[in-house]
């Protein structure tokens, strides 16, 4: 189940100030270039330029904020979440502060706080589609599908073009056994990206249970042609070729997915053992 994370900048405008001002211009031309540093994935740049804005403003929120992206980017997960307190201690309604640090928190494994974050996020801005999608992605994880598509669904009113947030309502929505608005979701996903492997797949899983399968072996086989070494998608392409009695094809497909991904054996004979008995019960 594919999950991505969302972060979020403060972005700095310079403004016309006055002279008695020119060390927070100064202060705020340095937030920008950093920000613009971030943009292009020169984080070690961005936090250097971070440190002087904040050495010239120590109480500039918007800098503690950004600079604590760019090291939660680099994977330094403490100095991170001291930023985003920081940032929080003099902006108390900065919903990207509390996004992010929502982030730092998951990635330490601190699941409450990161939910208790995202949920602070959204209590400040109801609309911020961001922390609606990562607070979803808990729900989903940890059993709370109706929340998670809740979620989801308020995320696309504010970011109707975010793959990843159809794709995630689509993997809800099928876990839920709504396998009808699983197939509407991936297929709008697919819309907006038609070059995503792991979509076509997760269509073709839901197709598959709706009892297309000429169209899941379609979904299947372009899932394969973007990533032409997806363990899953021979797999599964492989059991739905074999629930339609084509033995030969299934187990080349079947073969190709362990040579891949050993791993999958165990797990992959259950399902072959499954097909065939329900081919065996319909004769």
Do not use: W
């Amino acid at each position: 189940m594919r999950t991505h994370l969302y972060l979020a900048l403060m972005f700095v405008c310079l403004l016309t100030l006055n002279a008695a001002a020119q060390t927070s211009k100064a202060a705020a031309s340095y937030s920008q270039r950093g920000f613009e540093k971030f943009q292009k994935g020169d984080l070690n740049g961005a936090i250097r330029d971070f440190d002087a804005a904040i050495a010239l403003d120590p109480q500039g929120f918007a800098a503690y904020s950004n600079r604590g992206a760019a090291r939660l980017g680099k994977g330094d997960l403490d100095g991170a979440i001291r930023d985003f307190n920081k940032a929080l201690e003099f902006n108390p309604r900065l919903a990207e502060a509390y996004n992010n640090r929502g982030n730092a928190r998951l990635a330490r494994g601190d699941i409450e706080g990161a939910l208790a974050d995202y949920t602070r996020a959204v209590k400040i801005k109801p609309s911020y589609a961001d922390a609606l999608y990562n607070r979803a992605n808990i729900k989903r994880d940890h059993g709370d599908l109706a929340g998670a598509i809740k979620d989801y669904t308020a995320a696309l009113n504010s970011n109707p073009r975010s793959v990843e947030a159809y794709n995630n309502r689509g993997n809800a929505r099928y876990a839920n056994g709504d396998i009808g608005g699983a197939v509407s979701d991936y297929t709008k996903a697919i819309e907006i990206n038609p070059r995503t492997a792991f979509i076509y797949n997760g269509r073709g899983n839901a197709l598959v249970v709706d009892s297309k399968l000429d169209r899941a072996i379609a979904d299947y086989s372009k899932a394969l042609e973007l990533d032409p070494e997806f363990a899953e998608a021979y797999a599964n392409r492989g059991l739905a070729l074999l629930a339609q009695g084509k033995t030969l094809e299934a187990e080349r497909d079947i073969e190709r997915s362990l040579s891949l991904m050993p791993a999958l054996k165990a797990a992959l004979e259950a399902r072959i053992n499954k097909v065939k008995r329900e081919i065996a019960a319909k004769h």
